[in-house]
């Protein structure tokens, strides 16, 4: 039975696109931009091409944009993002009263004459590799 390893599991959205800044960067800035510009908007921070309030508009949405980096920029190993989001996530599990997390048990049966197989649901997980096996096929 074969074993698919998957590589760099935590590297989803972390491609370099221009120097130190990822994909993550990218749509952070594009996301925060575009709030802070519909705000903007909305709020009627807007005028021509040539009026102050363009300009003002411009220098907020520019702003929006350089938070949204800064908010998905792993700083210290974590970005505030991700902090946020399990910070978050600890206080629904601590609402729930499920803070300690644990594995799903499973179940170790002794059928392979003293090497054990997982098992869970009835379903075998993990089998000892025999090169037996392998040579038969």
């Known amino acids: 039975m074969p074993y698919t ?5 935590n590297a989803r959205g972390q491609s370099r696109q221009l120097g130190i800044f990822t994909t993550a960067n990218a749509a952070g800035a594009g ?7 519909q705000l903007t908007r909305m709020l009627g921070v807007t005028g021509d091409f040539w009026d102050a309030r363009f300009w003002v508009q411009a220098a ?3 702003a929006g944009a350089a938070l949204g980096v ?13 902090r946020l989001l399990l910070w978050i996530g600890f ?21 392979d004459g003293g090497m054990p197989a997982v098992y869970r649901d009835g379903e075998v997980l993990l089998r000892p590799y025999r090169p037996e096996e392998d040579a038969d096929a």
């Open 5 to 9: 390893h998957q590589e760099e599991l």
């Open 60 to 62: 907020l949405v520019l």
């Open 70 to 82: 800064a908010v998905t920029f792993r700083w210290s190993g974590l970005s505030l993002l991700d």
């Open 91 to 111: 206080q629904q599990r601590r609402l729930a009263r499920h803070t300690r997390l644990r594995p799903q048990a499973a179940v170790v049966g002794d059928a």
């Open 31 to 37: 996301v925060l931009g575009l709030v802070v510009w």
